[in-house]
């Protein structure tokens, strides 16, 4: 039997948030935070719209669920991200001591682990899940940006 809680079905609930933020024109990246099967958070990219470099989904997700839960820490919990971190996103999470990143597609330039940048050592990480779904999200918003051009 299928758990209806896996993580296909969560990675699936940040591709709803990556597709809010390309059709909102942002780099289609989507966040979301669960504990115990329940989504405490959710977020995208809203750099433009905030016009803030900050502004990445993971960010966005790390803020709302500390909120949820009342506490800087996110232990217990795990973060579904449909593009691997980027170094700034890896090291706010480092500081969430959160307990588990799930992403789909890799990032070979500015990824945390082509940068080098440490997760927290108790930090699981879970990597391709629904990764051919994650990256056409990419491949479109670029499509999409070279055809305005």
Request: net charge negative; proline share 3%.
């Amino acid at each position: 039997m299928i758990e209806p809680y896996d993580d296909i079905y969560f990675m699936k609930k940040a591709i709803q948030e990556a597709q809010e933020a390309l059709d909102r024109n942002e780099i289609p990246v989507g966040a979301i935070i669960v504990t115990q099967n329940r989504i405490i958070a959710r977020g995208h990219n809203l750099t433009e719209t905030l016009n803030d470099v900050t502004a990445h989904a993971e960010m966005q997700a790390i803020t709302a669920g500390a909120s949820f839960l009342g506490g800087k820490y996110l232990k217990d919990c795990t973060m579904y991200i449909t593009l691997e971190p980027c170094q700034m996103c890896a090291g706010a999470l480092y500081w969430s001591q959160i307990s588990k990143i799930v992403f789909g597609a890799s990032d070979s330039s500015r990824g945390y682990r082509n940068m080098g940048t440490q997760l927290h050592p108790k930090t699981e990480v879970v990597s391709g899940i629904l990764e051919n779904e994650c990256a056409a999200l990419m491949t479109e918003f670029f499509r999409r940006k070279r055809a305005l051009n």
